[in-house]
């Protein structure tokens, strides 16, 4: 069964100071890799994936992403952040599962905090 | 246009009620799902429905069941409300494929008292 793991529940950063957040996954076969974010009472939204080829992959509002298969890692990056990026955020995994569908497990969460 | 809505966005009822939630894309998409958030954000999947196929998450009591009239729409009826229920639960669509990120709903946070 696959599976993925945000090991901090929060995360704090100064703005303008790069950030980090973690992402660890457990799966058969390929895996594709999602990052979401969620807003307060809101639905999550889609910043980005990674399906194959380069291991660095940008996605929206200037975040990206490093796939590191040997350390089953995916984490989120961003050079500088903004107060604005204030929010939770979700890495996912979607393996193929037997009989052809495709359901996405998601991590727990981690709460991004940027300090003024 | 709204890619994925649904109604109502808050529902307050009692114990033992019958509610339902409504679900449309109008994205095109294959697939659709219903997510449950509970009150720590954690994000639990409650059902899978392609082309007709439906996948149910085997933990999901069945007071829950998805009904969807057509490719662009999946419900939740929930029967006989409990105090567990109480979440905000999440629609969500793709193209079907693994590839293919999700679009979510604003969700509909459910109170039951």
């Known amino acids: 069964a696959q599976s993925v793991a945000q090991p901090e529940d929060q995360v704090n950063v100064a703005e303008g100071n790069p950030l980090t957040v973690k992402c660890t996954y457990s799966v058969s076969g390929n895996p594709y890799l999602f990052w979401y974010v969620q807003y307060p009472n809101r639905g999550l939204q889609f910043l980005l994936k990674y399906i194959t080829g380069d291991n660095l992959v940008k996605g929206s509002y200037g975040f990206e992403a490093e796939f590191n298969k040997s350390q089953t890692s995916f984490h989120l990056k961003k050079p500088s952040a903004l107060v604005s990026d204030s929010a939770l955020y979700f890495c996912a995994v979607r393996p193929l599962r037997s009989g052809g569908s495709y359901i996405p497990t998601f991590g727990r969460g981690t709460s991004l905090i940027v300090h003024p | 246009d709204t890619a994925v809505s649904q109604t109502p966005k808050y529902l307050v009822t009692q114990m033992g009620n019958d509610k339902s939630i409504k679900c449309e894309q109008n994205?095109?998409?294959?697939?659709m799902y219903w997510y449950k958030q509970d009150s720590k954000k954690f994000l639990k999947i409650m059902f899978s429905y392609n082309n007709k196929e439906l996948i149910i998450n085997e933990t999901v009591p069945n007071r829950f069941s998805p009904k969807s009239p057509d490719k662009a729409h999946l419900n939740l009826h929930i029967n006989s409300l409990e105090l567990g229920d109480s979440a905000v639960y999440f629609c969500?669509?793709?193209?079907?494929?693994?590839?293919?990120?999700?679009?979510f709903g604003e969700g509909s946070r459910l109170t039951v008292l």
């Open positions: 994205l095109g998409h294959d697939t």
């Open positions: 969500a669509s793709t193209a079907g494929k693994a590839t293919g990120e999700l679009f």
